[in-house]
């Protein structure tokens, strides 16, 4: 694992065993969480809020209390609660008919739109780390000891970045997964959001992850991305946001709850500090998003369509396995 690093050199069995764990158990819990409405009203609904009290209170000495770990938890709960409510928000108007959220096209603007911001504080992140940290030096917002080493690779990946949020397309193509006696999930799906935008943002989010969190990416830059992904391309399929909110608001809490799993624990794994993979991992990052930009601008020039309102690959096989999984809707 050239790319990793551990207190014991290499990367050890057991640590990969406590990877698979990492994984194993996020898989877990995000198909219990879309499985089962009341207990994904547990896990983001209530939770949250208990554990919110203990983190200002009795773990406010061992808790993050930096802003990017603090927006990252409740950024990614608020997009939880959000798809909760998508998903199972519906009352019976005055003359029986009935309202659900997810057939309202402002509702179905705040997917993109919480995924923009999540997308837009770790870009504000990696240019502030390439701008601070020039020379490796000891992160100032920790209370551990965390090199950082800025360079051009944190501009490369911030424009990555930004580039994965321009990409985010078929914002009104966002719909409900139809019941069946094999899935009664209603998960949320987004027939657009394909493949090759969820490979661009796994790897730009390794960059990240691996640029400004060197301490975290092994399990974060891997484990919390795999999952989703995972999910998304097998018994969750086309449901990707959704999972990977879940996955990170549950990975989020356990972190501010358990910090020194990864911080200080016998199976914390840092990143190489080799400014050679830094710069690759975050060329690829640039390369794959700026690709999928390309692709999608050859798509609008083709089709004279707006990306953003309208689905843009509704001509892909990979888009319409996802939209016959969908319910019929009509949007108002």
């Not at 911001?117 to 020379?135: F, K, Q």
């Not at 997964?177 to 799906?189: A, G, Q, Y």
């Not at 690759?280 to 309102?309: E, Q, T």
Request: glycine content about 6%; some cysteine.
């Amino acid at each position: 694992m050239f790319v990793f690093q551990s207190a014991k050199g290499g990367i050890p069995v057991t640590y990969l065993l406590m990877w698979f764990l990492v994984f194993a158990s996020l898989f877990l819990l995000n198909e219990v969480s879309r499985r089962y409405k009341m207990i994904g009203l547990l896990f983001f609904f209530v939770m949250p809020a208990v554990l919110s009290v203990l983190w200002f209170t009795v773990l406010k000495k061992s808790t993050y209390t930096d802003w990017f770990h603090l927006a990252k938890v409740y950024s990614a709960t608020a997009g939880c609660i959000g798809f909760w409510l998508i998903r199972h928000y519906e009352k019976t108007r005055k003359d029986k008919t009935v309202f659900r959220l997810c057939d309202s096209r402002i509702a179905l603007c705040f997917p993109p739109l919480i995924l923009a911001v999540n997308i837009m504080e770790a870009v504000t992140r990696d240019i502030e780390v390439g701008m601070t940290y020039r020379t490796i030096a000891q992160d100032a917002t920790a209370d551990v000891s965390v090199l950082l080493m800025g360079g051009p690779w944190n501009f490369m990946n911030a424009a990555a970045g930004i580039l994965n949020i321009i990409t985010i397309t078929g914002w009104f193509g966002i719909c409900l997964r139809k019941v069946t006696e094999k899935d009664k999930s209603k998960d949320m799906l987004w027939p657009d959001m394909l493949w090759f935008w969820i490979a661009a943002y796994d790897i730009w989010n390794f960059a990240y992850t691996y640029n400004c969190l060197p301490h975290h990416a092994w399990y974060c830059g891997l484990a919390l991305l795999l999952a989703p992904t995972l999910c998304a391309f097998t018994v969750g399929k086309g449901a990707w946001l959704q999972h990977r909110a879940q996955t990170l608001a549950l990975w989020c809490m356990f972190a501010q709850t358990f910090p020194g799993f990864q911080d200080v624990g016998q199976f914390r794994v840092d990143s190489s500090y080799k400014p050679g993979i830094y710069f690759a991992v975050s060329l690829i990052a640039l390369l794959s998003n700026a690709a999928v930009a390309v692709y999608m601008g050859i798509n609008i020039w083709k089709k004279h369509r707006n990306p953003y309102g309208p689905e843009l690959y509704t001509d892909l096989k990979s888009y319409q396995e996802v939209k016959a999984l969908a319910e019929t809707k009509a949007t108002v």
